[in-house]
């Protein structure tokens, strides 16, 4: 029976394949976007509304999530979740017309908005403080894995259809080489079954066991953590921390001191949106093709964007318990509008491709070591146990909402003011997200969730002095 690390490694990387899931399932319409263009005769608001109706299920998952979890608990949803990515993945394999594709769209996003939330607190819930950054960002990097591999699986699919053109075939044939893109969006179904059969081995969230008053449960799987004393001692902080917080409904996430992570809750993952990471990921192959690459190197131009999305995401898992949290998103926010006001300027000015390429490697360089992973950690370890999961589909839901509007609006700002104008818009946006930060996001490295709720509630002279 492993114990220590090694198993709680393993309960973060299962849960963390759900943040695969959802950089799978964000990035494989990418390389389907323009077979869907030429089939349906998609208009600019249709595509736009293909690309983005996922982000509707989303925002609808994310909003049930938090009271289905607090109800039934974080493994049950997390289940549901990876049926929910099966079924979509089959619905649009098959689907014969965009709205029918933009059905099996919204369930998977449903999939994603429940994963999306319960994961990265699940993982925040099971970490001792000093590796929770650490741990919570896994699901940043599972994140980027699922987008370079859906990049990777999408060139794949694109060489074998093209060397197998020319051929005549039966039901495979059509589904990966005659309308190649139902393979791309059905591929979904593999790492979602994985995913299903894996959760069947996790345990449930201990601090959501002992808020259910099942003391023994929690106290076996934090013993297997951290050994029998550590886990007494920890159940024991847990019980004292639920029994001050009352009974856990949406309505003390308006209580004072709680206001401000309610605050920061909403706006620090709708400023990371404003980025237009989600565009990004969404149109790489045809961002690059506008900017003049071939189909076939446009989609090699993109997977690459995906490799040091991945990469760097180690950055932020080797250093976020050190540096902390508030020092990672300022930087973060700043190298990116700096990124973004320079891919803006050289597509305006007709940049060299070379040159665009590098700037989108440096955005998504700068993205990936800070604010994808920075996001997800702060917003799991900012609110009360009881009320954790309402509070995180709040946050989640604020992402979405956010992705749902940049990807929707980036088709139309994409015909009406231009490619370039609409990055450097994005760039300009990151300057309230900076400011933001400076004043209103306290740093939590290094302390315990009950610590970390308990400061909420002293005056606010005092948690101003001791969130520095």
């Known amino acids: 029976m492993i114990k220590g690390k090694t198993y709680l490694t393993v309960i973060c990387a299962t849960a963390g394949m759900g943040g695969f899931l959802f950089g799978f ?31 509707l299920g989303c925002v609808a998952g994310a909003a049930v999530a938090g009271y289905l979890s607090d109800r039934y608990g974080r493994k049950k949803i997390l289940l549901a979740s990876a049926l929910l990515f099966i079924v979509s993945a089959l619905g649009c394999m098959v689907a014969g017309t965009p709205s029918v594709l933009v059905v099996f769209r919204i369930v998977g996003g449903i999939g994603v908005g429940f994963a999306a939330m319960v994961a990265p607190m699940f993982i925040a819930e099971l970490a001792p403080a000093h590796l929770r950054g650490r741990l919570v960002s896994i699901y940043q990097l599972a994140i980027t894995l699922g987008i370079l591999t859906s990049y990777l699986s999408n060139a794949m699919l694109l060489e074998y259809a093209s060397a197998h053109g020319g051929q005549r075939g039966g039901l495979l044939h059509f589904y990966l080489v005659e309308e190649v893109w139902r393979g791309m969006l059905g591929s979904n179904m593999i790492p979602a079954a994985l995913l299903l059969l894996l959760l069947f081995f996790v345990p449930e969230s201990p601090r959501w066991l002992v808020k259910e008053g099942q003391y023994e449960r929690a106290c076996e799987i934090l013993s297997r953590i951290s050994g029998r004393q550590k886990a007494t001692a920890e159940i024991g902080e847990i019980s004292i921390a639920l029994s001050e917080e009352g009974k856990g409904s949406f309505g003390q996430l308006f209580a004072p001191g709680i206001r401000a992570a309610l605050v920061i809750g909403l706006a620090l993952p709708f400023l990371s949106q404003l980025t237009g990471i989600t565009t990004v990921m969404y149109y790489a192959p045809a961002i690059f093709e506008h900017a003049g690459f071939r189909s076939g190197s446009a989609m090699g131009s993109a997977s690459i964007i995906g490799f040091f999305n991945m990469i760097f995401t180690f950055v932020a898992i080797w250093k976020i318990d050190h540096w902390g949290r508030k020092p990672l998103l300022i930087w973060g926010f700043t190298g990116l509008s700096v990124a973004l006001l ?117 005056k606010k002279s005092k948690t101003e002095n001791e969130w520095q």
């Open 25 to 55: 399932d964000t990035a494989v319409i990418s390389g389907a976007v323009n077979f869907l263009r030429a089939q349906f005769g998609l208009s600019p608001v249709m595509e736009g509304w293909i690309m983005s109706s996922a982000l």
């Open 342 to 458: 320079s891919i803006g300027l050289l597509f305006y000015s007709g940049g060299v491709q070379q040159v665009l390429l590098w700037s989108f490697v440096f955005y998504i360089v700068v993205f990936a070591a800070t604010i994808g992973p920075g996001v997800w950690v702060v917003i799991a370890e900012i609110y009360p146990t009881k009320v954790r999961g309402r509070a995180m589909s709040i946050a989640t839901l604020s992402l979405f909402l956010g992705s749902t509007f940049v990807t929707q609006t980036y088709p139309l700002l994409r015909e009406g003011v231009g490619i370039g104008i609409t990055f450097v818009l994005y760039g300009l946006a990151m300057v309230p997200a900076i400011f933001f930060v400076r004043n209103v996001v306290p740093e939590t490295k290094g302390r315990t969730l009950e610590d970390i709720e308990r400061q909420w509630t002293v």
